[in-house]
């Protein structure tokens, strides 16, 4: 089954006939060969040639030569060679040009799909995408207190049936709150998803998960996989320096520094949960920070219900929206807290724009993002665009399928050959 795709064109391999194109690029401009033995040239521009296919495809052998600045008759020996691999396929003629109607080559569709899962609130779910970029239809599980491999193996093998024969396995991304450590290849301050998924906790996550389901698995903080679609495709697009505020339930915050995500020493950068706030000391065993005991979902739920709101937090922010002659001071109440956290975000990593995501900030959509701008402005060091994320339907699984395509990419790249 086909879905609309979470992410426009740009950032999928292309797969419409076209009209010849010309492609400006470094390699364009300059062919530059590695030093080294005949193996490894070739090995250059096998990669060389399939990395090009996986941006331009499907293209003739004539605009891969043209893009990277390689031969036509060392263009087409790479696409033997790759074809061999079981990496690239012909996908038909290009039409109505003029003359002879040159052959396109495409990723080989058989390379391999990937299986995006999250761990929600209360299920975990998934989709499978395929290189191609089609979609199948999203598929829930009640994790029931089962083990993590358990849950994603019913997900997986669910997913699978729409999914196309691989020749090379799947790629796995698994997205969650708490942070992923992995040095010691278990998640951090993952308690509150323990009653629900058993095994995140436990060391050797990573390790099992591999064993279970082939050596292309990444498990990665939720928000951080939002901060990455953002980057990719998003309001942070085109930015070196970037932060994300995740306001939910739970909060949390992802940064990005010259597009990588900014982890620590234990992957627990961006737990703003645990931000120091004097007003709400913390105990040693409650397992909150102060920052969530002030701006979570329950501390919003309270204050809420002192402006007269009822129903769920989520609710009060959407009605306070919608009627913000009469809720104005609520969300403005809600502003100033998000504020104090992204206030020192600002001092500490001096990003260009800071986008807000998460149930929250979505369902408070622009007039909540606005009162949040003006309280930043007003205690952070300086003025920084802060600006509502792109992404509104499943931003988590928007931010995995970024990561499992780089991670695919990279696994297809390896087994041309080494890079030179």
Do not use: C
Not at 78 to 93: D, I, K, P, Q, Y
Not at 196 to 203: H, N, T
Not at 301 to 311: I, K, P, S, Y
């Amino acid at each position: 089954m086909k879905h609309a795709s979470r992410l426009s064109p740009s950032t999928r391999s292309r797969r419409q006939e076209r009209a010849p194109i010309h492609i400006d690029t470094p390699a364009s401009r300059a062919r530059v060969r590695p030093a080294g033995t005949p193996s490894l040239l070739r090995s250059h521009n096998d990669r060389l040639t399939l990395d090009f296919i996986f941006d331009h495809g499907p293209i003739s052998k004539t605009e891969v030569g043209a893009g990277t600045n390689i031969s036509k008759p060392t263009v087409g020996q790479s696409l033997s060679r790759l074809a061999e691999l079981g990496l690239v396929a012909e996908s038909g003629m290009r039409v109505g040009g003029v003359g002879r109607a040159p052959t396109l080559f495409e990723v080989d569709p058989r390379v391999g799909s990937m299986i995006l899962v999250e761990v929600g609130t209360e299920l975990v779910h998934g989709i499978g995408v395929t290189i191609a970029g089609e979609y199948t239809p999203e598929v829930q599980v009640q994790p029931s207190g089962r083990d993590i491999v358990d849950v994603i193996r019913e997900l997986r093998d669910e997913l699978i049936t729409g999914l196309p024969e691989t020749t090379f396995g799947h790629t796995l991304v698994l997205g969650l709150s708490g942070a992923y450590d992995a040095v010691a290849d278990h998640v951090r301050h993952g308690a509150h998803m323990a009653p629900r998924v058993a095994g995140l906790q436990r060391p050797g996550l990573g390790a099992r998960l591999r064993e279970a389901f082939g050596p292309v698995v990444a498990v990665e903080n939720d928000v951080n996989l939002v901060a990455l679609a953002e980057h990719a495709e998003g309001v942070t697009a085109g930015t070196s320096t970037s932060v994300l505020f995740w306001a939910d339930t739970g909060v949390g915050a992802a940064s990005l520094i010259d597009g990588r995500i900014l982890r620590g020493a234990t992957g627990s950068a961006g737990e703003m949960a645990f931000l120091p706030v004097s007003s709400t000391a913390r105990t040693p065993d409650d397992g909150e920070g102060g920052f969530q005991r002030w701006a979570g979902g329950v501390a919003l739920a309270a204050l809420g219900r002192t402006f007269g709101l009822t129903g769920t937090t989520r609710r009060m922010i959407t009605t306070a929206t919608s009627d913000s002659a009469r809720y104005g001071s609520f969300l403005d109440a809600v502003a100033e807290r998000y504020a104090q956290a992204i206030g020192s975000l600002i001092a500490v990593l001096d990003p260009e724009v800071v986008a807000l995501s998460g149930a929250y900030a979505l369902a408070g959509g622009e007039e909540l993002a606005r009162r949040i701008r003006v309280a930043v402005d007003e205690q952070a060091i300086r003025a920084v665009p802060v600006k509502l994320g792109a992404f509104t339907e499943s931003p988590v699984l928007t931010g995995a399928e970024v990561l499992a395509r780089r991670l695919h990419r990279a696994a297809l790249l390896d087994r041309v050959g080494p890079a030179a």
